[in-house]
């Protein structure tokens, strides 16, 4: 499995919490969306990994764009569906990707905003290759990981509610290494500010 089991089984747990807590964009992903939605050219099927509490794909759609919402927690897919959205319970290290919806074709596009964070290093470029390989040449590739050196583990929450979240931090140089192997072109990796001192690597790449 690509995510450390105590990450799946803390956002299973506080799903409704995290998305909720999740629900303000941040500037640099509404600027990171439109620049997909160009690359795009305004209409496309995208597969997206790590859907959360749907606040990216419902972006994405206002914009023209059809989304398969899918997240490796049942407890999003569950939300999800419970709001009225399609979505799968996807790992995208070892489950099928074709579209349910057209099984012949590639997706058009792929968006991982901040969900690959929970992807072991070495099952990185594993995950990265298998995306290139449902998607048509030329395809967009939106992903986005912690800027940093190493490892972390944190927790959050209460007590009784409590949350533990593994995550693995990239370098520019190794994230742009690591995307290119697995078939993507690198066109440009932004560093974004989130909360204060929290720093993304937000990658702008295209199916080799």
């Given at each position: 499995?690509?995510?450390d089991?105590?990450t799946?089984r803390?956002?299973d747990?506080?799903?409704?919490?995290?998305?909720?807590?999740?629900?303000?964009m941040?500037?640099?992903?509404?600027i990171?969306?439109?620049?997909?939605?160009?690359?795009?050219?305004g209409?496309?099927?995208?597969?997206?990994?790590?859907?959360?509490?749907?606040?990216?794909?419902l972006?994405?759609?206002?914009?023209?764009i059809?989304?398969?919402r899918?997240?490796?927690?049942?407890?999003?897919?569950?939300?999800?569906?419970?709001?009225?959205?399609?979505?799968?319970?996807?790992?995208?290290?070892?489950?099928?990707?074709?579209?349910?919806?057209?099984?012949?074709?590639?997706?058009?596009?792929?968006?991982?905003?901040?969900?690959?964070?929970?992807?072991?290093?070495?099952?990185?470029?594993?995950?990265?290759?298998?995306?290139?390989?449902?998607?048509r040449?030329?395809?967009?590739?939106?992903?986005?990981?912690?800027?940093?050196?190493?490892?972390?583990?944190?927790?959050?929450?209460?007590?009784?509610?409590?949350?533990?979240?593994?995550?693995?931090?990239w370098?520019?140089?190794?994230?742009?290494?690591?995307?290119?192997?697995?078939?993507?072109?690198?066109?440009?990796?932004?560093?974004?500010?989130?909360?204060p001192?929290?720093?993304?690597l937000?990658?702008?790449?295209?199916r080799?």
């Amino acid at each position: 499995m690509s995510t450390d089991r105590d990450t799946v089984r803390s956002y299973d747990m506080a799903a409704a919490e995290y998305a909720a807590e999740a629900a303000a964009m941040s500037p640099w992903v509404a600027i990171e969306i439109d620049a997909f939605v160009t690359a795009l050219g305004g209409s496309g099927r995208v597969l997206e990994i790590g859907s959360g509490g749907g606040r990216d794909a419902l972006a994405l759609e206002l914009r023209g764009i059809n989304v398969r919402r899918t997240d490796v927690s049942n407890g999003f897919v569950e939300l999800l569906r419970r709001n009225g959205f399609e979505a799968d319970l996807l790992d995208p290290l070892t489950d099928d990707l074709a579209d349910l919806q057209r099984p012949d074709s590639p997706y058009d596009g792929i968006w991982a905003c901040a969900c690959l964070i929970h992807v072991a290093r070495e099952d990185f470029g594993t995950v990265l290759r298998r995306l290139a390989g449902a998607t048509r040449t030329g395809g967009p590739l939106h992903v986005s990981v912690r800027d940093g050196d190493g490892e972390s583990v944190s927790a959050h929450g209460s007590t009784a509610s409590s949350r533990r979240y593994v995550e693995t931090y990239w370098r520019e140089s190794d994230l742009r290494s690591a995307i290119a192997d697995a078939g993507w072109i690198v066109g440009e990796i932004r560093r974004c500010m989130g909360r204060p001192d929290d720093w993304w690597l937000s990658v702008r790449a295209s199916r080799g």
